[in-house]
T-cell receptor, first 113, second 113 residues
């Protein structure tokens, strides 16, 4: 079993819909949770960065962490065609710089105009 | 800042040839990472450096792969000899090490025929 599981999709939704992307993990030591967005033929770019459990909102994006369930989510409100990309979750225990980030395999999202 | 700069963007070579990928990290970032991305395996960490010193190369698949960082502004990943199964997108990323935020380059698409 992988440490981080992510549904690869693809996921297609109409413009304006609410999108929910999810990852589950098995290592209870993870404390830092990130979402990266990757456009086609580009490198991943950091979208959201959260610590421990709870919610974090940034514009149309909300990151949610439920450590008791080992489950994290990214919600996109009022989705736009420009949100079409692959979304990767990533996690770390902390110990900055001294360990590897663990990435999910990514979910490919398409927003249909 | 121009971000992480990688070259070349695309590399097509024949099996058995030497391939050298290049990376310039963001100025002031003390950590540099080399990742490989494939559809099957997602993002895999190959090696990372701290202050130009290799810290963890356990992800380097074989002795055919080597990486160097002669100074704070330049790193190379070399594959010699290359094989078709090395075909992938290779990303370089850098980080301050203060937190787990990684900044990725645009990647090098490598095709080994």
């Amino acid at each position: 079993q992988k440490e981080v599981e992510q549904d690869p999709g693809p996921l297609s939704v109409p413009e304006g819909a609410i999108v929910s992307l999810n990852c589950t993990y098995s290592n209870s030591a993870f404390q830092y949770f990130m979402w990266y967005r990757q456009y086609s033929r580009k490198g991943p770019e950091l979208l959201m960065y959260t610590y421990s459990s709870g919610n974090k909102e940034d514009g149309r994006f909300t990151a949610q962490v439920d450590k008791s369930s080992k489950y994290i989510s990214l919600f996109i409100r009022d989705s736009q065609p420009s949100d079409s990309a692959t979304y990767l979750c990533a996690m770390a225990r902390g110990n900055f710089g001294n360990e590897k980030l663990t990435f999910g395999t990514g979910t490919r999202l398409t927003i249909i105009p | 800042d121009a971000g992480v700069i990688q070259s070349p963007r695309h590399e097509v070579t024949e099996m058995g040839q030497e391939v050298t990928l290049r990376c310039k990290p963001i100025s002031g970032h003390d950590y540099l990472f080399w990742y490989r991305q494939t559809m099957m395996r997602g993002l895999e960490l190959l090696i990372y450096f701290n202050n130009n010193v290799p810290i963890d190369d356990s992800g380097m698949p074989e002795d055919r792969f080597s990486a160097k960082m002669p100074n704070a502004s330049f790193s190379t990943l070399k594959i010699q000899p290359s094989e078709p199964r090395d075909s992938a997108v290779y990303f370089c990323a850098s980080s301050t090490g203060v937190d787990e935020k990684l900044f990725f380059g645009s990647g090098t698409q490598l095709s080994v025929l």
